[in-house]
């Protein structure tokens, strides 16, 4: 049943500095997709079957764009260590534990679950090096409902010797082995080209990366210049190299490359030091930049500067980042990145504007959702995706508007408790 | 009843550096106070009665130093805009509504139901300037069964007319009619002296404070440096002063002051900008300091040096200051002070190490608790506030220790939803 129409306070961002409410009003799902919002039902509409959500708010689906399924377990701790030291002491040993699939069944069923109650319906996803257990992660996630790509990790060096993938070969061949079984296996679940970091990836693998992604044209996810150690490790590693991005962008892992004729559709995680150059170059591929404030506080990586990749119109999408973020919640994700700019505004840069909140919004559903198509927005001919929120668990004696009213739901993350519906692609999901 | 055992697994801070966790252990209180805890149950304690927590978490409750009652019915909207402006463009007008002892029923009914609900057990609270809310509010505080100081603001400048108290005698003269009448009324709720901050109050009318002050030695709240354009105006307004303590301490409103032999109990909430000068006063007056991240992000303000206050052992504790911080939750506070403090780190100074867990823990109980007495603890002889975690919810795949259940309730803050029971002064209070 994807033709339908909801009615209630409907949101979603127009561009990004125009988060459009209308109370009372009606979308319309045709096919799985949206037919737009509408002050009067038309009447063309009107055989379709209709949910009346009363006073609730309509709003698109979150979209995550960076979250590691394997470290949701330990979520909310080990927040005292900086990246590498935190990688070391506390995600490798979690990680390892994949090998085991009782354990990683256990585990990821937990993930599941909760990123099917929550408000999230698409996500990217790293699962861990072992394949058996990320074929059991993308199994689940087909199941749940929600939209997914979820990465088999590539890494051949830089982690415990348990973790660490015995070569490049070995490394480049499982890989190849796991596309094949799973690239036309699920409808919502996809794999994605997943290079941990460069500190974790030698020039052998990486090289043979370049090869998968130009056989199979599958997108890409890793990390980016998100610490100031990691960095220096990078240069390291890579003397040669001007800046971190261009790593990957030697090995055609990085965006659009007209030289090659080629667009490989890209999304790192954090940018938070990204120089100048490697901002142009991403600016110029087109790769998408997952933010995720949380992870950068709980790291003490820093502050990535979005009003300036928002203001070079670059691709931007928000990541919980479990576990160097502590949430799945994006609508926490949302005032992080509300707040962290406001620090960068009074600490780093002054004429940085702090983010504002329909900027937030855009980057939750619009920004993101691009990674994923035509998703993020009730416009016509998007894909269908809403979450229903409840918010009369938030008394108030004055009156609201729609706008104010969503504010607060996203600031105090009603999230977790008062979602009452969600649909992906015109697809109700049942949790 | 104020003489039982609790069961379960117990957490709080013995000192700034020391969690301690203790599982299936018992707690008991006698007389509303903690006889200690303990892994076997004493005799002498073994006819009393004993309620069995299972594997649920029991810690003290949280202290909240700073909170605006009236400002709860916005809390979560209105984030884009400084100290300043925040207050003329938002607040005032909000504040202004509780003039009218209706509306202010209606909002501060919210306000106390969802104090009750939370892990807050005692607050130091500001209402607005006007003298009947404020005692309706004391009232519904007194009702709730926590501990509370409650201010009744003295303004009589730099605010909207409406709300501005029309002189410094006026003010001075509904503040002794309003603690004659409530300073004997409530068991647990009792009157502050709240001059809301140097830019609303004249000369005159701290000098009428001070003296209100010495009449009844009731403690004092306000704010201090908070937002470098409120310091600015401060020093036009009092340009002889060398720092805005100064101001408070001039009129005697600023902790202890041996050379005329008095101790005002003072907290003061924010301090992000104190100068040298400044701490080194607060230090030696034993001003507590209400430390609030949330509001001192969302209104651009800044991050308090709080390893600085830790280190040179000052009075220092949490507070929410909704709605300048959007959430009333202290655990919210725990994890906001964590992250902003890795971000003083990064940005401000490499030398000041960020808050770890244990001393949020500590703030939030222990550091603020100091304020109410011997509070915050369940050391013998601590006034005995409890609240009992069901973290259920938060499914897991492998063993966690106490410890590591408690920073992740923390994290994800299951304050909303995850409070089972809670105890103010031996008192359980029914929500």
């Not at 035509?374 to 995706?385: L, Q, R």
């Amino acid at each position: 049943m994807k033709d339908f129409v909801l009615k209630g306070n409907i949101c979603y961002s127009k561009s990004k500095n125009d988060l459009f409410t209308q109370k009372n009003a009606y979308v319309v799902c045709v096919n799985g997709e949206s037919k737009g919002v509408f002050a009067e039902l038309p009447s063309q509409y009107m055989e379709l079957p209709l949910v009346d959500y009363g006073d609730r708010i309509i709003i698109p689906g979150m979209i995550d764009l960076h979250i590691h399924a394997p470290q949701y377990a330990f979520r909310g701790m080990c927040m005292d260590l900086e990246l590498m030291d935190w990688l070391n002491q506390y995600t490798f040993p979690e990680e390892e534990k994949y090998e085991d699939l009782d354990y990683a069944k256990k585990a990821y069923s937990i993930f599941v679950n909760e990123m099917q109650k929550g408000a999230t319906t698409r996500a990217v996803l790293f699962a861990t090096r072992h394949r058996p257990a990320t074929e059991l992660l993308m199994e689940l996630m087909e199941q749940s409902g929600l939209v997914s790509y979820v990465g088999k990790v590539n890494m051949d060096r830089g982690a415990t010797e348990a973790l660490e993938e015995e070569s490049a070969e070995i490394s480049a061949h499982v890989t190849y082995g796991w596309i094949n079984a799973v690239k036309d296996k699920f409808a919502r679940t996809k794999p994605i080209l997943t290079p941990r970091f460069i500190p974790c990836c030698t020039d052998e693998l990486m090289e043979k990366l370049r090869q998968i992604q130009m056989t199979y044209g599958i997108p890409v996810q890793s990390h980016l210049s998100e610490s100031p150690g990691e960095i220096d490790f990078v240069h390291f590693l890579r003397p040669d190299n001007a800046f971190y991005g261009e790593v990957y962008n030697d090995y055609d892992l990085f965006g659009k490359n007209d030289d090659i004729n080629t667009d490989v559709k890209t999304v790192m995680a954090h940018c938070v030091w990204s120089t100048a150059e490697e901002v142009e170059l991403m600016r110029k591929n087109g790769v998408f930049v997952a933010h995720c404030p949380a992870s950068n506080m709980n790291l003490s990586s820093g502050i990535a500067p979005i009003r300036k990749y928002l203001d070079l119109n670059m691709k931007v999408g928000l990541g919980s980042d479990v576990a160097g973020g502590h949430s799945d919640s994006i609508f926490r994700a949302m005032t992080d990145a509300i707040q962290v700019s406001k620090m960068y505004w009074r600490y780093v840069d002054q004429e940085a504007k702090p983010v504002t909140f329909p900027e937030a919004f855009y980057m939750a559903t619009l920004g993101g959702g691009e990674f994923f198509g035509k998703v993020g927005s009730f416009e016509e001919g998007y894909e269908f995706d809403a979450v229903i929120l409840d918010d009369t668990s938030l008394a108030h004696p004055q009156e609201l508007t729609v706008l104010e009213r969503l504010e607060r739901a996203v600031y105090l993350g009603i999230d977790r408790h008062g979602i009452c519906a969600k649909y992906v692609a015109g697809e109700q999901i049942i949790f």
